[in-house]
T-cell receptor, first 118, second 113 residues
Framework: EAEVAQSPRYKITEKSQAVAFWCDPI?????LYWYRQILGQGPELLVQ????????DSQLPKDRFSAERLKGVDSTLKIQPAELGDSAMYLC????????????????FGPGTRLTVL | GESVGLHLPTLSVQEGDNSIINCAYS??????FIWYKQESGKGPQFIID?????DKRQGQRVTVLLNKTVKHLSLQIAATQPGDSAVYFC????????????FGKGTLLTVNP
């Protein structure tokens, strides 16, 4: 069964360091999402891609976070510099939804990357 | 801002009992709702969804009820099993055709054997 892949699964870093997370969506999925999930809370959308284009990054802290999906397939989320408050689970999800259609296509989530900032 | 929330943070049931997990939403313009299950160390998994033009939808052992009058959503799990133990989130679509999901805080369901 196809799955969303994420790496690393766990990351420990010191504040002010740079970190990067990688996501490989299910093959053929045009839409890719990055979420942040603080312990005990629901996921919060950071950025949404349609192919290689950003559809929504209104919740992305752009002073320190960046995301790219250069070839419209896999994606990288970067934090520089990391802060203590960035400790969370970072989830990637993908769906086959095509922009402009009204049909909802299920978002499939990866296992996440657990980030701890010391 | 508008948000999706849950009434009960934890729920403990006996194996075989029925479970009901509740969710309140405040965005009257939301037209689509989803329930997700998240097991420890895993990403959320889709359970069931419902559109705002419906008030009930059934799946295998699960039923979602939508009451738009009081902006309330519930998930019913029949004959709860130990494998149902997880955190359950409701989510609403706040992004129109882009399907931007806003998640609630989650309810931890514990099934006792």
């Amino acid at each position: 069964e196809a799955e969303v892949a994420q790496s690393p699964r766990y990351k420990i870093t010191e504040k002010s360091q740079a970190v990067a997370f990688w996501c490989d969506p299910i093959s053929g999925h045009a839409t890719l999402y990055w979420y942040r999930q603080i312990l005990g809370q629901g996921p919060e959308l950071l950025v949404q891609f349609q192919d290689e284009s950003v559809v929504d990054d209104s919740q992305l802290p752009k002073d320190r976070f960046s995301a790219e999906r250069l070839k419209g397939v896999d994606s990288t989320l970067k934090i520089q510099p990391a802060e203590l408050g960035d400790s969370a689970m970072y989830l990637c999800a993908s769906s086959i939804k095509l922009l402009g259609t009204s049909v909802y296509n299920e978002q499939f989530f990866g296992p996440g990357t657990r980030l701890t900032v010391l | 801002g508008e948000s999706v929330g849950l009434h009960l943070p934890t729920l403990s049931v006996q194996e075989g009992d029925n479970s009901i997990i509740n969710c309140a939403y405040s965005n009257s313009a939301s037209d689509y709702f989803i329930w997700y299950k998240q097991e420890s160390g895993k990403g959320p998994q889709f359970i069931i969804d419902i559109r705002s033009n419906m008030d009930k939808r059934q799946g295998q052992r699960v039923t979602v009820l939508l009451n738009k009058t009081v902006k309330h959503l519930s998930l019913q799990i029949a004959a709860t099993q130990p494998g149902d133990s997880a955190v359950y989130f409701c989510a609403e679509n706040s992004g129109g055709s882009n399907y931007k999901l806003t998640f609630g805080k989650g309810t931890l369901l514990t099934v006792n054997p």
